[in-house]
């Protein structure tokens, strides 16, 4: 049975950074795709970035481009969500997920693993 455990969550202010972490077990990590996505209250769940296996692909929303990467460490089996010049739009439950293949997929039912989701809030 796979596990993913979210970390790094938390209270910062806008224009702060956090790194979220997911450590995965229970397969092969490094043979799978992985990504981030996140849910406000009151919103649908969406994708926030992606990263394929062997990190040669990334892919990141447009609304994170360039404050946000999604980076992989296999001989950790963990996936990284560096998120930088965060904005309280950003303020969510952020989950991470492990696809059914090994290339960048932005669709959550392209995922069938995910983690119990770790809160991020940005105060303005």
């Known amino acids: 049975q796979v596990q993913l455990v979210e970390s790094g969550g938390g209270l910062v202010p806008a224009g702060g950074s956090l790194r979220l972490s997911c450590a995965a077990s229970g397969r092969t990590f490094s043979n799978y795709a992985m990504g981030w996505f996140r849910q406000a209250p009151g919103k649908e769940r969406e994708f926030v970035a992606a990263i394929s296996r062997g990190s040669g692909r990334t892919y990141h929303a447009d609304s994170v481009k360039g404050r946000f990467t999604i980076s992989r460490d296999d001989a950790k089996n963990t996936v990284y969500l560096q998120m930088n010049s965060l904005k309280p739009e950003d303020t969510a439950v952020y989950y991470c997920?492990?696809?059914?293949?090994?290339?960048?997929?932005?669709?959550?039912?392209?995922?069938?693993?995910w983690g119990q989701g770790t809160q991020v809030t940005v105060s303005s």
């Open positions: 997920a492990q696809a059914r293949t090994m290339m960048v997929v932005t669709r959550d039912g392209a995922y069938d693993y």
